[in-house]
């Protein structure tokens, strides 16, 4: 290989490293991105015009194409969305990078396959890139609510099942070194559908562990193919980005309280455990008014808001500021509890409120706020429900028993916001609901704080 | 067993690199704000599209009358450029609303 392209592939994986390092400070981020923008750039640049090979006039002209294809719709993409799509935007990117190993696979396998080595690659990238491509759409689909959670019976064994096939048929092809390419469309046929059953039965409130670890398979992803071409900036990209996703992954699953595996093959909201947790509580609500409630928060002299993948689907984003904006000037001291899962993504809840532009300083995490409920008049919580179950600290037999919550029902007063006694997605009751100090506020999380904000504004 | 001392003893630069990067990735990530992590793994995202550097050798390397090749290929390096301007440009606008302090 060209020396000067090895030198740019080095100088590329740096700002990897020094660009994903500064993303996980406040102050840096944006630089950071940029860094690793810029080696990017680089790297893409540099393979176009410093190889070694003979290439056809013809061949430019594609991959010319194609580039400006891709990077005119994934512009516009990424800048018309609006900032609430994000979790579906994330997801359908990660796709197509997916989608983009599993075709390298393809084509490669008919002209790399000489040794064992070179086709496990092939057949593990397009195992895996089959997987997260069809698995990050599914993600999407159901983010942007056009598919619901689909189980079929068993189909944790069939997963399993299916599974290990993948494996043992694409071991089965490496030793007796087929070349036969109905086998590898069989593989790929297989290991897309796996993809899609892989993601469908997953519950909502499970989708910022899933997302998590698609993107990390997509960085493994690209990190085998990086294998197969000797290539050292993908490998090192790839690892790096696989290794980053996966320990995100495991910080979700530590905010659920759950393992991995319980996350991909428990039957979470749809077992029997739910069900009979269902209707155990029982009791009479209190419901109140918004007047009642802009009175409650006026007199307070600190609020705690509980915002929830209700709040974005409401896009409430803005009001909720609005409001917080308005008892700050009453001098009432706001803050907002974030809880590592709310919402449908890692950190969704954050970018969420940053994006009406609430100060980042008033979103406080679960650990530091905690200690501070006991001091709290009032709590809103806003279509939030599992994250402050009480059932996680005292029902043993609640799915979601031993998750770390936000401990709400230690505040003075709790105002909770739904829009109908409906479970959360993890279809648990919530005995919250229930408790003496709080008031149900019902209907859509938009109208009732926009309601809640006139009524303070004429106190 | 033989030929996976052999695969060791061949591939040992390799192994060495694949750990050390597992390592580096997990030390880069484990302390990270939550208020980061949908950048973070936006941004990881945007990284994952060096995926396209694989998708830029197959359709150098292709033959121009090779057009399965050629098609995957061209489709790969879309799929792949998407991944990265896509990723790096959502993660910008992020991160941009975290700037917007008052």
Redo the contacts between chains.
């Keep these: 290989m060209n020396i000067t392209l090895s030198i740019i592939y080095l100088i590329t994986t740096i700002t990897?490293?020094i660009?994903?390092?500064m993303?996980?400070?406040?102050e840096t981020?944006?630089k950071?991105?940029?860094i690793?923008?810029v080696g990017?750039g680089l790297?893409?640049v540099a393979?176009?015009f410093l190889?070694d090979?003979e290439?056809?006039f013809?061949?430019y002209i594609?991959?010319g194409?194609?580039?400006l294809?891709?990077?005119v719709?994934?512009?516009l993409?990424?800048?018309k969305?609006a900032?609430t799509k994000?979790p579906e935007?994330?997801s359908?990117?990660?796709g197509?990078?997916g989608?983009?190993?599993l075709?390298?696979g393809?084509?490669?396998f008919?002209?790399y396959s000489e040794d064992?080595?070179q086709t496990s690659t092939i057949i593990a990238a397009i195992i895996i890139g089959s997987i997260t491509f069809t698995g990050s759409l599914i993600a999407w689909a159901k983010l942007n609510g056009s598919m619901k959670d689909i189980r079929l019976p068993h189909y944790n064994l069939i997963n399993n099942l299916i599974i290990l096939a993948l494996i043992a048929f694409g071991a089965y092809i490496v030793m007796y070194d087929s070349t036969n390419l109905m086998l590898i469309y069989l593989l790929l046929a297989a290991s897309l559908g796996y993809g899609v059953l892989f993601v469908i039965p997953i519950g909502g409130a499970d989708m910022p562990v899933v997302?998590?670890l698609l993107?990390s398979l997509?960085?493994i992803?690209?990190?085998i193919?990086?294998?197969?071409?000797g290539?050292?900036?993908?490998?090192?990209?790839?690892?790096?980005?696989?290794?980053?996703?996966?320990?995100?992954t495991f910080?979700m699953c530590n905010a659920m309280n759950r393992s991995l595996s319980n996350v991909i093959f428990g039957a979470f909201g749809g077992g029997d455990l739910a069900i009979a947790a269902v209707g155990k509580t029982g009791g009479t609500i209190k419901k109140t008014t918004a007047s009642d409630s802009a009175i409650l928060l006026n007199y307070a002299s600190k609020v705690v808001i509980v915002p929830g993948y209700g709040l974005a689907v409401a896009q409430a984003q803005h009001v909720i500021h609005e409001l917080e904006e308005l008892l700050t000037k009453k001098g009432v001291d706001v803050s907002y509890a974030?809880h590592?899962v709310a919402g449908r993504?890692?950190?969704?809840m954050?970018?969420l409120l940053?994006?009406s532009?609430v100060?980042?300083d008033k979103?406080i995490?679960m650990d530091n706020i905690n200690p501070q409920f006991p001091n709290t008049d009032v709590v809103l919580v806003v279509g939030a429900n599992d994250v402050v179950n009480p059932a996680a600290h005292n029902d043993p037999s609640s799915p979601i028993y031993g998750m770390p919550i936000l401990d709400v029902e230690n505040a003075k007063h709790i105002i909770v916001n739904k829009r109908s006694m409906n479970a959360g997605y993890a279809g648990i009751e919530n005995e919250l609901f229930f408790n003496q100090k709080t008031s149900m506020l019902f209907g859509d999380a938009k109208s009732a704080l926009t309601e809640l904000v006139s009524e303070l504004k004429n106190m | 067993m033989n030929e996976l001392v052999a695969f060791i003893s061949n591939n040992l630069q390799l192994l060495y690199i694949l750990i050390l990067a597992i390592f580096i990735g997990v030390e880069l990530i484990k302390n990270v704000p939550s208020v980061l992590h949908t950048p973070l793994m936006s941004g990881a995202n945007a990284l994952s599209g060096v995926v396209i550097v694989g998708a830029l050798l197959v359709m150098l390397q292709a033959k121009p009358d090779d057009f399965l090749s050629l098609g995957l290929g061209f489709v790969a390096v879309v799929l792949g450029i998407l991944n990265v301007v896509g990723g790096f440009v959502v993660t910008d606008r992020m991160l941009q609303m975290f700037k917007k302090k008052k």
């Design positions: 990897f490293v660009g994903l390092k993303l996980g400070h406040p981020a944006k950071g991105n940029l690793s923008g990017m790297a893409i393979t176009i190889h090979f290439v056809p013809i061949n594609l991959i194409a194609a580039l294809v891709g990077t719709i994934g512009y993409i990424a800048m969305v900032m994000m935007l994330v359908l990117f990660n197509f990078g989608g983009s190993a075709l390298i393809l084509v490669e008919g002209n064992a080595t997302i998590s993107n997509t960085g992803a690209a990190a193919t990086g294998i197969l071409y290539n050292m900036v993908m490998m090192v990209g790839g690892i790096l980005v696989g290794s980053a996703g996966l320990i995100l910080i974030i590592p993504m890692p950190g969704h954050n970018v940053a994006e532009n100060n980042y979103l995490e």
